[in-house]
Nanobody
């Protein structure tokens, strides 16, 4: 059974930093893209960042470019999201996701619908002003 477990969320002041981690189990994800989505209250879930299976290609939504960095450790089956210069508008539940399609691109994950991905349970990130 595939499991994605996020950690690292919390409360931080604007301008601060957080690092999210997502540990995957139940399958070797080294040949699948992984990424992060977020959902703020009253808004739709949106893709934030994604990384290819090799780690060589990344995707970021425009609002986080230059502030967030996605990375992965294939040996640990773990993906990370380093979030710097956080803003109140970054407040949301952050979800880790893994593609169900082997060898897919980072962009494929970022554009995939809910049913095409594996999901973690989410971790709350709150940025105070």
């Amino acid at each position: 059974q595939v499991q994605l477990v996020e950690s690292g969320g919390g409360l931080v002041q604007a301008g601060g930093s957080l690092r999210l981690s997502c540990a995957a189990s139940g399958r070797t994800f080294s040949t699948y893209p992984m990424g992060w989505f977020r959902q703020a209250p009253g808004k739709e879930r949106e893709s934030v960042a994604a990384i290819s299976w090799s780690g060589g290609t990344t995707y970021y939504t425009d609002s986080v470019k230059g502030r967030f960095t996605i990375s992965r450790d294939k040996a640990k089956n773990t993906v990370y999201l380093q979030m710097n210069s956080l803003k109140p508008e970054d407040t949301a539940v952050y979800y880790c996701a893994a593609d169900r399609q082997i060898g897919a691109s980072a962009m494929h994950l970022a554009n995939s619908g809910y049913e095409n991905l594996y999901w973690g349970q989410g971790t709350q990130v709150t940025v105070s002003s």
